[in-house]
């Protein structure tokens, strides 16, 4: 499922117009990155939970041709699946 | 503090002007659709910020650590999460 198939489900489901389902798609996402550029934590209780980690520098090597590189230090959310959806999508 | 539920409802209250119970609906109406999703084994694209994936994990063995029985741990399904190329460069853009 992708962004315009989840506006289409919410549209119809929860009673909105195109647009305003549009809008709540995009305020949830937009939320998520504004918190994970801030270094936020989040927690959607029942969905997943979020923390950014950071990962030092270190020296890695290009599969393809060997070569040894330099990977800079970076930062990644770090998702965490909540405890409903857990097990809900578990057999 | 960590960003909530709580929250974002409030962001859709004001956005899109609506009242506080109906916001907080459409809000776990939108968590459902994707639990849904999610569950039947579909994965959630969202560009821009990510891909929600469901993996198969295989039965393995596995070892009690604290009673040192053997085990075998049966096949699940977990969901994991991959970050987009254009959200890890937003979140990384200071350090860069």
Known sequence: MNKLELISTLKDRANLTKSEAADVVRIFFDSLSEAFVKGERVEIRGLCSFHIKEYKSYVGRNPKTGQKVEIPPKRLPFFKCGKELKERVDY | ?96
């Open chain 2, 1 to 96: 503090m960590a960003l909530t539920k709580t929250i974002i409802a409030e962001k859709i209250q004001n956005e899109l002007d609506l009242s506080r119970n109906v916001a907080y609906e459409v809000m776990e109406e939108f968590l459902e659709i994707i639990k849904e999703t999610i569950s039947s084994g579909e994965d959630i694209m969202i560009s821009g910020f990510g891909k929600f994936c469901v993996n198969e994990k295989k039965a393995r063995k596995g070892r009690n650590p604290a009673t040192d029985e053997e085990m075998t741990l049966p096949a699940r399904r977990v969901v994991t999460f991959k970050c987009s190329g254009k959200l890890r460069d937003l979140i990384n853009s200071d350090t860069q």
